[in-house]
């Protein structure tokens, strides 16, 4: 049974009142923190698409390095004449949202805060600056060291032949790998609040490390676009890291945890 129990108990013993909010004033805060944030990736898209260009020359460079290291050609292709330009728009609107993932994000912590106590609130600055560094660290990751070595490998193996890797192709991979490590490296931060909910604990995570490793080592395999092991060890690395940290946050805001520190603390002070 999930130990909600333990949260409220933490929450009574502060005696704090439970803030309220009626249903309309909360359909009236949802639809002002959506334009907000609409309108602001409307703003992030702009200045992407005035710059999309120089933007998809970066994402470019991991398969002009590998074609470059095997002596092929540095073109990708393109099979239809409104292809470029769905890609500069869809390019642009990713690179817009991840522009303005602050403010936007803030909106989202301002929907939900007037529902938090006051000792809850205080994790908005951590949450944010945390959940963006964690996000930026995965992805460039996987821009400089993942996709950079699954490239060569597959382009290496295939240097025999002639490559027509079209602008489509080139980019779902980039945006999987990149993106697709961004998400695996916020397992903190899903583990922080399935901790602070009491769903998890720093005891469970470690009982089951070794299926935890096993479940790891399937995600890379699938996740990886190469079938050596090597690569897949490369994504299965940080994938550990991240959950042996996330083990020692799940133990400092644990509701069972917490409590049992603040009575040592309290005996203490006796």
Known sequence: MFEFGAVAAGRDSEKEPMPTMGFLDHLEELRKRLVYSIISVGVGFGICW?????????????????????GLSEKLVYLNPTEPF????????????????PFVLYQVWMFISPGLYRNEKRYAVPFMISTIALFTTGGYFGYKIVYPRALEFLIHFGRQFQPMITIGEYTQLFLSIVLGM?????????????????????????????????????????????????????????????????????????????????????????
């Not at 390019?91 to 949202?97: C, N, P, S």
């Not at 899903?190 to 909910?197: N, P, V």
């Not at 096993?214 to 079938?227: E, G, M, N, Q, S």
């Open 86 to 101: 769905n890609l500069y728009l869809k390019i642009a609107a990713l690179a817009g949202l991840f522009l303005t993932s």
């Open 182 to 270: 961004g998400l695996i490296f916020e397992m903190p931060i899903l583990i922080f609040f399935l901790s602070l909910m009491g769903i998890v604990s720093a005891g469970f995570m470690w009982k089951h490390f070794r299926y935890a490793i096993l479940i790891i080592f399937v995600i890379a395999a699938i996740v990886t676009p190469t079938p050596d092991i090597v690569n897949m060890c490369v994504f299965a690395a940080p994938m550990l890291a991240l959950y042996v940290f996330s083990i020692s946050i799940a133990y400092f805001v644990h509701p069972k945890q917490r409590n049992a520190r603040k009575e040592k603390q309290a005996e203490g002070g006796l």
């Open 50 to 70: 005035w710059r999309v260009e120089r933007i998809y020359d970066v994402m470019q460079r991991p398969i002009m390095q590998a074609l470059r290291n095997n």
